[in-house]
T-cell receptor, first 113, second 113 residues
Framework: DAKTTQPTSMDCAEGRAANLPCNHS???????VYWYRQIHSQGPQYIIH???NNETNEMASLIITEDRKSSTLILPHATLRDTAVYYC??????????????FGKGTKLTVNP | DGGITQSPKYLFRKEGQNVTLSCEQN?????MYWYRQDPGQGLRLIYY???????QKGDIAEGYSVSREKKESFPLTVTSAQKNPTAFYLC????????????FGEGSWLTVV
């Protein structure tokens, strides 16, 4: 089962910031938070990831709460091309390095003109 | 350019036939993965491989088989034992180091006719 909880869908006006929340209350101290997005019929695209500190790259910013139980992905100036399903994932550790990512259903973000 | 190549993009299979989906990566990644995605659903892990000549079952391995004879290649065979094979299949790869990022191919659509 996925270890994260996300809203099923969100809307955002073009040019405004899109803030996508994610709850991961059972995250372990050495687990990373990853964000991907998927446009219909394409492979998921990596956006950003973090452990404890906030992170920023050319696509987005990731804000992780101090207790690490939740995070927010921020798209600072959403465009129509940002319409996609956004997945928040924590890396599930395993014995012997058998680590894998577990995907939930994600948040369908619709950017409106 | 470096990346993950999946082929074919679209494949039709008659019931009772085995089919093989190809996945090749030139990222020099140790780990490779196969996911299945059904319409409107998240990704589910079929098989993964952390190193050549070794692979592990994921959450829905029944009716599928894989091989990892080369670092660059991780083909997936959908056998006739898979009762509901129509889906979108995604191959992915990553380094084996902690804090890795997993990258995805563009996916393959399999339809049983």
């Amino acid at each position: 089962d996925a270890k994260t909880t996300q809203p099923t869908s969100m809307d955002c006006a073009e040019g405004r910031a899109a803030n996508l929340p994610c709850n991961h209350s059972t995250i372990s101290g050495n687990e990373y938070v990853y964000w991907y997005r998927q446009i219909h019929s394409q492979g998921p695209q990596y956006i950003i990831h973090g452990l404890k500190n906030n992170e920023t790259n050319e696509m987005a910013s990731l804000i992780i709460t101090e207790d690490r139980k939740s995070s927010t992905l921020i798209l600072p100036h959403a465009t129509l091309r940002d319409t996609a399903v956004y997945y928040c994932i924590v890396r599930v550790g395993g014995q012997g390095g058998s680590e894998k990512l577990v995907f939930g259903k994600g948040t369908k973000l619709t950017v409106n003109p | 350019d470096g990346g993950i190549t999946q082929s074919p993009k679209y494949l039709f299979r008659k019931e009772g036939q085995n089919v093989t989906l190809s996945c090749e990566q030139n990222l020099n990644h140790d780990a490779m993965y196969w996911y299945r995605q059904d319409p409107g659903q998240g990704l589910r892990l079929i098989y993964y491989s952390q190193i050549v000549n070794d692979f592990q079952k994921g959450d829905i391995a029944e009716g599928y088989s894989v091989s990892r004879e080369k670092k660059e290649s991780f083909p997936l065979t959908v056998t006739s034992a898979q009762k509901n094979p129509t889906a979108f299949y995604l191959c992915a790869s990553s380094t084996a180091w902690r804090g890795y990022t997993i990258y995805f191919g563009e996916g393959s659509w399999l339809t049983v006719v």
